[in-house]
């Protein structure tokens, strides 16, 4: 439908991978140099290797599976889906609130009635 739309998903989807990658690759490498107690020369070494690491996999693993999993069709059908299942829910709330507004009505005058008789 709109390809500005699924481009802009895409987009969001990349950058929020590259991000999960790099906190993993940044973990692992703090666990490493906290292990193995490495000085900081090894350590800078970890460090610039977990740079290589998460940009490969961002190369290799991330933005591929994106391109799989969100492709236009796949973006265009979740969206779809999505705005059907939101009217349905606009309708069962507006349901529900009539029904909860009913109930307070009915308990209010209940009380008001038990009141006066009292």
Not at 15 to 29: F, H, L, M, T
Not at 55 to 84: C, F, W
Request: proline share 2%; aromatic share 6%.
């Amino acid at each position: 439908m709109s390809p500005r739309r699924n481009t802009f998903i895409r987009y969001v989807a990349s950058i929020s991978g590259d991000i999960a990658v790099g906190a993993a690759v940044a973990a692992a490498c703090v666990w490493v140099i906290e292990v193995a107690a490495l000085s900081v020369f090894l350590g800078f070494l970890v460090w610039l290797l977990g740079t290589l690491i998460a940009l490969a996999l961002s190369q290799y693993v991330v933005h591929p599976l994106i391109n799989a999993v969100l492709s236009e069709r796949k973006l265009d059908r979740a969206i779809d889906a999505m705005t059907g299942l939101a009217g349905v829910a606009v309708e069962a709330s507006d349901q529900a609130a009539t029904g909860i507004a009913r109930c307070m009505q009915q308990a209010f005058t209940t009380m008001r009635s038990n009141k006066t008789s009292l």
